[in-house]
């Protein structure tokens, strides 16, 4: 992984955390690929409310009001 997916990986991992995400016994986070975390929790904040727009969503919104 590049350092930019090191750190993107860190990030996620932390907003798991900061939304208070708590992983079974047998799941390990850091075993999982950005992918799946960045799924993860677009999941569990779509579970419980939280507005969730993509990078391309939110750039299109920028585009539009120009």
């Not at 932390?14 to 079974?24: A, D």
Request: aromatic share 6%.
């Amino acid at each position: 992984m590049s350092i930019i997916s090191n750190q993107r990986k860190q990030f996620l991992l932390n907003e798991l955390k900061r939304i208070g995400y708590k992983p079974s016994e047998n799941e390990n986070l850091e075993n999982l690929s950005l992918y799946d975390i960045e799924m993860l929790v677009i999941s569990v904040k779509g579970e419980r409310g939280n507005d969730i727009k993509t990078f391309n969503a939110k750039m299109k919104i920028e585009e539009e009001a120009e």
